[in-house]
């Protein structure tokens, strides 16, 4: 450790690399911003092959964010979805599929009313793998659109669970208690409410 006063040798853990892996060996994880992470949540929730789902906040600065702080746009955060799925049911090309078909990706740092930089697209990987396979598909839907896609591909860093209450939201009730399936294969409109 440096002791001249300087930084040097000191990492922010917040910018590390998101080195939690699944209990299971066999699965992996995928990490997806598309804007409120409620919706997005859901819907992968859904796809057959997908084990489990978190909601957290990653690729931002400050260590430990909660909402209230994400939500003042100062510590760079997205609002993310962790996917942990099973690779050999759901392939990871089905993950990107569906995040493409949810979001706008040519909206910078919005998505519909959400505005800020929380809501940017953004495909966060774990491996070299997932980040050609990101990179080939948004070239891809870049064929598709007019507009320039302004997703961002980088390395999964640092995941921050959030708050209780936002995991599996709309599943849960939302902020009305009208609770949506999260069955899988289920293709009922999401609705997003707070």
Request: aromatic letters at 10%; hydrophobic letters at 30%; proline letters at 5%.
């Amino acid at each position: 450790m440096a002791t001249n006063g300087s930084d040097e040798g000191q990492q922010n853990p917040a910018l590390e690399a998101d080195l939690d892996t699944p209990a299971n060996p066999d699965h992996e994880f995928a990490e997806f911003g598309a804007g409120c992470f409620w919706g997005v949540e859901l819907a992968f929730q859904r796809v057959v092959g997908v084990v489990k789902t978190e909601v957290g906040y990653s690729q931002g600065h400050t260590p430990d964010p909660n909402y209230k702080l994400v939500c003042t746009g100062t510590t760079n955060h997205v609002e993310v979805v962790r996917v942990q799925f099973d690779p050999k049911l759901c392939p990871y090309t089905n993950l990107l599929a569906l995040f493409w078909s949810r979001h706008d990706p040519t909206s910078i740092n919005r998505q519909g009313v959400d505005v800020g930089a929380q809501y940017r697209s953004g495909i966060y990987y774990y491996n070299e793998t997932q980040a050609r396979l990101a990179q080939e598909s948004k070239e891809a839907k870049q064929k598709e659109l007019k507009e320039k896609i302004v997703t961002e591909i980088l390395p999964a860093k640092r995941f921050y669970k959030a708050e209780e209450y936002h995991q599996q939201y709309l599943e849960k009730g939302g902020g009305q208690g009208n609770k949506q399936s999260a069955e899988k294969g289920c293709n009922d409109p999401i609705r997003c409410y707070g």
